[in-house]
């Protein structure tokens, strides 16, 4: 099934209820949220799914940066200095 929607100036889209029907969705759902090459990717998850997959995804990242010799100082420091960049962008 196919739709055209628009986004709001809020960034907000709504998902056309056949749609949401097709697949299942239900008002208080949780969903993942992906965005891969140019494509957002939805899909209905459960909150015990969601940590698995976020427990899943922190092995990965864990086992990457043992590899290339990543310390999780290392790994601070750069999400202080994103969070930095972040607040000061923000105030512009």
């Known amino acids: ?3 055209i929607v628009t986004i709001s100036s809020k960034g ?3 998902i056309p209820k ?16 992906v965005s891969d090459e ?9 909150k015990d799914k969601a940590k698995k997959n976020l ?10 940066s043992e ?3 990543i310390s999780e100082e ?5 999400v202080r200095a994103m969070r930095n960049e972040k607040k000061s962008s923000s105030r512009h």
């Not at 140019?38 to 459960?46: F, N, Q």
């Not at 092995?59 to 990457?64: A, V």
Request: net charge negative; glycine share 6%; aromatic share 4%.
């Open 38 to 46: 140019g494509k957002i990717i939805i899909e209905k998850i459960s």
């Open 18 to 33: 056949r749609l949401r029907e097709d697949v299942g969705f239900a008002e208080q759902d949780e969903v993942l949220i």
């Open 67 to 69: 590899k290339l010799k």
């Open 74 to 78: 290392d790994i601070e420091k750069e």
């Open 1 to 3: 099934m196919i739709d």
């Open 55 to 64: 427990r899943t995804f922190l092995e990965i990242i864990g086992n990457k």
């Open 12 to 14: 907000q889209l709504v």
